[in-house]
């Protein structure tokens, strides 16, 4: 392999720009390579530049499926419909390279669709845009439910433009866009758009990347619908009790299953637990069926009679998950209609808990610690059996530590309460990930994030928070600062401790922030004296074995008096002169001293900080010396 080839390997190892790869090709030319030297430098050079353009696309593959991850994330999270619509159209936006980002919602009952979400759009008219279906490249794109692009908007004839719309683009300056559709089964609900404001080809892949960040649109927008159904599922079903209570005779019936069913949900039974007992109620045998494998039941929550059986819909949101088939009772009066249609009503709810528990766990953790803060009086077992079930073990030594990210105003920007919010969700789940992988636990807390992490082997409280501050800086890429409390020994034992170390723990944050020690972790004891103020525990005889312990230890060794050097030197305002008259030593001897007590401490000891925790450490010595005596 010649020089110059092994350069190509070179600007591959460094990530050379494009333009970087001539070079060798030219000094060869240069030097007066021959023919076939260059035609095989040449052949390198079109190799070195394919394995670049593979490695890019790799990388830009990896950003895609890693921001792809990050949307699944915010939607078994689904909190706020649009907050994760928010984080999918920038998402798209940055990925994509483009200037703007935007999501339109159909509107069916005003027969139009609308503006739901913009990212990077400066116009208060293109923010407020709605136009009627089938106009615009939006309304192209919701007739066919096919992606469609445009180089430049307002010359191209495909769609059909409107004064309305056509203003509001060009209030907007927008050229190039590209739209692909929201879909739930067949039916468009909206359009996700990407957009320049220069002309731009889209690729392939950037169209494919639009679709699965719109397909997960689609989800949170169903998954939010569905949520609101089976609220209102619940309520039907609240009322329906109240009239149940209004009648008696046949209500003792419907009564009693609706107690079962209760009691059923309420200690964790499942579908089969159901199915047995409305069996025993209605007096015979009812199956619950799997969508596609048995009769086809109405989707209205009603149940029909199918021959000799009845059978009853279970769905939720338009999704239909089975059915619960009751056989062997041909003539079911309407209160027993209604108990079998109950039941398939709660047989959805315990199919769509057991799809939500994977949502619930990620939570489990911040709720256990927020019991701890907010309840340390609560039943003890039954905190230890969820302790117990996330492998955590609350009777090791713990540390709380107390996280915010720390950032510049200047690189907050302008829409500081959007960053600020995104942040703490950020950091919460970088701080989630961390406490499960040791094993502690994680909460959102007063704008950061409060963690309660078991201490390792010889590890101390300083030494976890300069590691969680390293770890969650590195994962969100900005300054993490933390500040840790003392040791807990048993947090289940003793919960009100863990009450009284967070506090220690915000102090301790609250104090590094102060100090402008941002990105930094810190415990009471990395704070001399100011530790001291900060920490519950007043740690006096390890703040002096800190600070002057190695003075301390050579005086006991060498049977020296540099502990009475030091108290003299100061006391003397740090004069050598006036400090060998208090000792009646030559100046020669302090100097000495001085000099020694510089090499155990530092040399750094005389600084004003240095010197006012010294002279403290000496005082609260002296003081220790004293009561012992």
């Given at each position: 392999m010649s020089q110059e080839q092994v350069s190509y390997l070179e600007l591959l190892a460094r990530g050379a720009a494009v333009e970087a790869y001539d070079r060798p090709v030219l000094l060869a030319r240069a030097s007066g390579a021959g023919p076939e030297a260059l035609a095989e430098l040449e052949q390198a050079k079109q190799l070195a530049l394919r394995v670049r353009a593979e490695l890019e696309g790799r990388r830009r593959r990896e950003a895609e499926l890693s921001a792809l991850f990050e949307?699944?994330?915010?939607?078994?999270?689904?909190r706020d419909l649009d907050a994760v619509l928010r984080a999918i159209v920038q998402r798209a936006r940055s990925l994509l390279g483009t200037e703007v980002a935007y999501l339109s919602l159909n509107d069916p009952v005003a027969g139009d669709t609308y503006m739901r979400v913009t990212e990077g759009s400066v116009s208060a008219r293109f923010q407020q845009l709605r136009l009627g279906m089938g106009e615009g490249?939006?309304?192209?794109?919701?007739q066919t439910a096919r992606p469609y692009v445009t180089d430049d908007y307002f010359d191209d004839p495909r769609f059909q433009h409107t004064r309305t719309i056509d203003s509001a683009v060009g209030d907007e300056g927008l050229v190039a866009i590209l739209g692909v559709p929201l879909t739930l089964g067949s039916q468009v609900i909206g359009v996700l758009f990407a957009a320049d404001r220069r002309a731009r080809v889209f690729e392939r892949e950037q169209v494919a990347l639009l679709g699965s960040f719109a397909?997960?649109?689609a989800v949170a927008i169903d998954t939010a619908n569905l949520l609101a159904e089976t609220r209102s599922a619940l309520a039907e079903l609240e009322r329906a009790n109240d009239i149940i209570r209004e009648h008696s005779g046949v209500i003792e019936r419907a009564s009693e299953v609706h107690d079962r069913l209760t009691e059923l949900v309420l200690r964790g039974g499942g579908v089969l637990d159901v199915a047995a007992a409305v069996s025993e109620v209605l007096g015979?045998?009812?199956?619950?069926?799997?969508?596609?494998?048995?009769?086809?039941p109405l989707a209205d929550g009603h149940a029909i009679r199918d021959g000799d059986h009845w059978v009853a819909a279970v769905s939720a949101?338009?999704?239909t998950f089975g059915a619960l088939v009751l056989r062997g009772q041909p003539d079911l009066d309407p209160v027993d209609q209604r108990t079998l249609e109950r039941a398939a009503l709660v047989t959805s709810l315990l199919l769509l808990a057991r799809r939500s528990a994977g949502e619930a766990e990620?939570?489990?953790?911040?709720?256990?610690?927020?019991?701890?803060?907010?309840?340390?009086?609560?039943?003890?077992?039954?905190?230890?059996?969820?302790?117990?079930r996330l492998r955590t073990d609350v009777d090791a030594p713990h540390v709380v530590l107390a996280a915010r990210i720390d950032r510049t105003e200047a690189a907050a920007g302008n829409d500081t309460g959007v960053r600020e919010s995104a942040d703490r969700q950020r950091l919460w789940s970088?701080?989630?990930?961390?406490?499960?992988?040791?094993?502690?636990?994680?909460?959102a807390r007063d704008g950061g994030t409060v963690l309660l992490l078991p201490l390792g082997p010889g590890e101390s409280a300083a030494e976890l928070a300069r590691q969680t501050a390293k770890h969650l800086g590195g994962a969100l890429r900005e300054p993490v600062t933390v500040g840790a409390s003392a040791p807990v020994e048993a947090p289940l034992a003793r919960p009100g401790e863990v009450v009284t170390a967070y506090e220690e723990a915000r102090r301790c944050l609250a104090a590094l922030r102060l100090l402008h020690?941002?990105?930094?972790?810190?415990?009471?004891?990395?704070?001399?004296?100011?530790?001291?103020?900060?920490?519950?525990?007043?740690?006096?005889?390890g703040f002096v074995e800190r600070t002057i312990g190695q003075v301390l230890a050579y005086d006991r060794r060498r049977g020296t008096d540099l502990v009475r050097t030091m108290e003299a030197y100061f006391a003397s305002g740090m004069s050598p002169a006036r400090t060998k008259d208090d000792l009646h030593v030559h100046v020669n001897t302090v100097a000495q001293r001085v000099e020694r007590i510089g090499r155990l401490l530092g040399p750094d000891w005389q600084s004003p900080a240095r010197a006012l925790e010294i002279q403290l450490a000496l005082r609260l010595h002296a003081m220790a010396t004293a009561v012992t005596l």
């Open positions: 949307t699944a994330h915010d939607l078994a999270g689904l490249l939006g309304g192209l794109v919701a397909a997960h649109a015979g045998t009812v199956e619950f069926i799997e969508g596609g494998r048995g009769p086809a949101g338009g999704e990620q939570r489990v953790r911040g709720e256990l610690l927020d019991d701890l803060l907010d309840a340390p009086d609560r039943d003890r077992r039954l905190l230890r059996e969820r302790a117990a970088a701080a989630s990930h961390l406490a499960a992988t040791r094993h502690g636990l994680a909460s020690r941002a990105g930094q972790g810190a415990a009471a004891e990395d704070l001399g004296f100011l530790g001291l103020l900060l920490a519950d525990s007043r740690d006096i005889e």
